[in-house]
């Protein structure tokens, strides 16, 4: 079974990265639900093992093309992000001091502190992207203009999936070009 979330998780990500076109060492928000996964409601029915199979997975495909993941807490700590250590000190993050666990974090935060190698706590970021596994509610971490991606790929578990990139803002008016040819 946790084959199967890991997969699923895997292919969603892979989606949204081969849609938006992110570039080596953009920052990729990644909100998830172990309960919502489960068919629960969010922050009812946590697992650890659901978190660390879909924790683990993408983190694999992050490595696989050189992007940066922040996974989001749980609002009992402030939707806080875990980060490795050198993406806070690369993106000059502000550190908060927790430990994230099952009941206050949430299982893919709790994973990814196990399994960065030197985990960090960031009070929020601004990502290029992000990829949403139960409606964890991310967009406080996305860039200002975020696009949405509609995935083929919706679904881990019994969660819905949900993604965004991010664009710079347009600006100047009906005389600004916003291409060089």
Known sequence: MHEDLAGE????????????????????????SSSEIRGGHIGKDSSYEVGTAVVTALMEVAAEYGLRLAFQCCEHLNRALVVERETLEHF???????????HAGGA?????????KDPAVAAEVKAQGGLDIGLTMIGMHLRRVAVPVRLKHDHVGSALVVAARTRPPLIGGERARYSRS
Do not use: Q, S
Request: a negative charge.
């Open 9 to 32: 998780a895997r292919a969603a990500f892979c989606e949204l990265i081969e849609t938006a076109h992110f570039r080596k060492g953009d920052l990729i928000v990644i909100g998830g």
């Open 92 to 102: 000059c993050l502000e550190e908060v001091t927790v430990v994230p666990w099952l």
């Open 108 to 116: 893919f935060a709790t994973n990814a502190y196990e399994h960065f």
